[in-house]
């Protein structure tokens, strides 16, 4: 199936009334982020150097973050014409490389990398499901539909090479969710929360604490409990834990209880 270009979004339906200021701050953040998918696309050849196979899937897939990059960031510049895309991409850049001379994977082994990145795909796809839901503006609306659905469709081609992976390397169920929840701690990390500072006008230095509870207290009251059933769901499959078992119901909800704990949390600290 041919994929989607900018020119498939309906621009002529922006409605300017229908924007909220936070959103925008939000996307001006996910442009960047989606825009350093070619770095990541280049230490995953690096890893997998002796698979063709998954390279070339791997370039195609950095190419497509690379395109929700862009379509993301002309969406932010039309939502905000003094939005300097170039001068805070290069801030985000030169605070945040990736390891691309790296010959291993960080996660230990092949397999494990795959898992981290099948962790990766299930979160942006909630995520995006979640800004769908939360904006009433039909163009960010549309974005949002194509990105989510993209996502999980990166979530399933990882899916199918942790599957080759796994049977080769024989990475134990353990091995896997240990890899997995350490990924899910990292999304608590500064790379979103980098590149919204760097979007942003904030006059203070960098502070990772302060911009990561900014950032959080903006999207985590987004989310719904069906974006944390699937998305969570997507991540206990990973693993190798079936989703819709007692145990896998469990381990969502309380998924869903430390969501909702966290953003009533920073809802208290001041900004």
């Known amino acids: 199936m041919e994929h989607w270009t900018l020119d498939d979004i309906a621009w002529e339906r922006f409605d300017r009334s229908k924007l909220d200021p936070k959103l925008v701050n939000i996307v001006k953040a996910a442009c960047m982020v989606e825009h350093h998918g070619g770095d990541y696309g280049s230490y995953l050849c690096s890893i997998f150097r002796d698979d063709p196979e998954f390279c070339e899937a791997a370039v195609s897939w950095a190419e ?8 993301l960031r002309r969406y932010a510049e039309l939502a905000d014409p003094d939005f300097d895309f170039d001068e805070s991409f290069s801030r985000f850049v030169r605070g945040h490389q990736l ?32 800004l769908r839901d939360a904006t009433d503006e039909p163009v960010f609306k549309e974005i949002c539909r194509r990105v989510a659905a993209d996502e ?19 990475l134990s169920k353990w091995s896997r969710a240990r890899v997995a929840f350490g990924r899910l701690a990292e999304s608590s990390d500064d790379e979103l929360a980098y590149a919204y500072y760097c979007s ?11 911009c990561v509870r900014a950032y959080a207290g903006q999207t985590l009251p987004l989310y719904r409990f069906g974006h944390v059933e699937r998305g969570f769901g997507m991540v206990l499959k990973a693993i ?19 969501l909702r704990y966290r953003a009533r949390q920073l809802a208290h600290i001041p900004a």
Request: charged fraction near 35%; aromatic fraction near 14%.
């Open 64 to 71: 497509e973050e690379i395109q929700h990059g862009k379509v």
């Open 99 to 130: 390891p691309l001379d790296a010959k291993e994977s960080v996660r230990g082994s092949l397999c494990g990398e795959l898992v981290a990145r099948c962790i990766v795909e299930s979160g942006t796809s909630s995520y995006y499901s979640a």
């Open 152 to 170: 999980f469709r990166h979530y399933k081609l990882f899916y199918t090479h942790m599957k080759r992976y796994r049977e080769r390397e024989k």
């Open 200 to 210: 942003s006008d904030d006059p203070l230095p960098y502070d990772r604490r302060r």
């Open 240 to 258: 190798g834990i079936e989703p819709q078992r007692w145990f896998g119901r469990r381990l969502t909800k309380l998924a869903w209880w430390f």
